[in-house]
């Protein structure tokens, strides 16, 4: 039996598809999908975040070294924590957590720009997107994926169309002061209108504004200035899922 065999089994067992999978972590579909039919070999990182997600053992599921030592991927079903804004935490046996917060597609912008200030409204009407983290964090963090090419510059910085983020969101009491655009350098700004990913490259407090830059080097993704009275909500991104591989 080889790796792509063991893998087979875990999801066949288990119930779980590429596509859970790839929500659940930063593993791909493509990526799984590679993997099963044995044209790629995993690096260690992606050995380790599988046995961790099927609770089984490395060496087992890369070699067929060893006991299977199954145990359960979450430590039980209800949630290790629900935060005051409505994430959910649950954790996992290799001390970081499988974090769940709403998850806006493409497909639901316009809802969302209708109902962001509703928090009920949004646990109800929106799907869920899981990220694997290290620690907790206490913040209000929403799911987006990325809209069009205008953050993809063909480099490991793009946000490429379909990509997934984490985002945090900013409270307008910190827009008064300057922005740690050096720290999270890529935002998800909500308009009345639209959602926009861009980066931040300048403020002006005094003028109230930002001034929004693409990745994309292409004219017509030029740089632009907002004013900070016509954005809805600022948030930073923490982390990415790529739709490619």
């Not at 070294?65 to 924590?81: F, Q, W």
């Not at 987006?144 to 307008?172: C, H, P, Q, Y």
């Not at 980066?199 to 900070?228: R, V, W």
Request: proline letters at 3%.
């Amino acid at each position: 039996m080889e790796f792509k065999d063991r893998l087979k089994y875990l999801l066949e067992k288990d119930g779980v598809t590429a596509y859970r999978i790839w929500k659940d972590t930063a593993i791909t579909k493509g990526t799984i999908a590679n993997y099963i039919e044995g044209k790629t070999n995993p690096n260690k990182s992606n050995i380790s975040i599988l046995a961790t997600y099927f609770g089984v053992n490395e060496d087992w599921l890369l070699k067929g070294e060893g006991k299977m030592s199954r145990s359960n991927k979450v430590k039980g079903e209800d949630p290790y924590l629900i935060t005051k804004s409505g994430t959910k935490y649950y954790e996992m046996a290799n001390g970081k957590y499988r974090m769940r917060v709403p998850f806006i597609p493409v497909k639901a912008y316009a809802k969302y720009i209708d109902e962001y200030r509703d928090a009920e409204m949004l646990d109800e009407d929106f799907e869920e997107f899981d990220f694997i983290v290290d620690k907790i964090g206490h913040g209000r963090y929403f799911a987006f994926e990325i809209k069009g090419d205008s953050m993809d510059n063909d480099t490991k910085r793009s946000l490429s169309n379909g990509d997934i983020v984490l985002a945090r969101e900013l409270g307008k009491e910190h827009w008064r002061n300057k922005l740690h655009t050096e720290d999270f350098p890529n935002w998800i700004i909500v308009l009345d209108n639209t959602i926009l990913c861009k980066q931040i490259i300048d403020q002006n407090i005094e003028k109230g504004t930002i001034t929004c830059h693409s990745l994309n080097p292409s004219p017509e993704y030029a740089d632009f200035e907002l004013k900070m009275d016509s954005i809805c909500q600022l948030m930073n991104i923490v982390q990415r899922v790529s739709s490619t591989f």
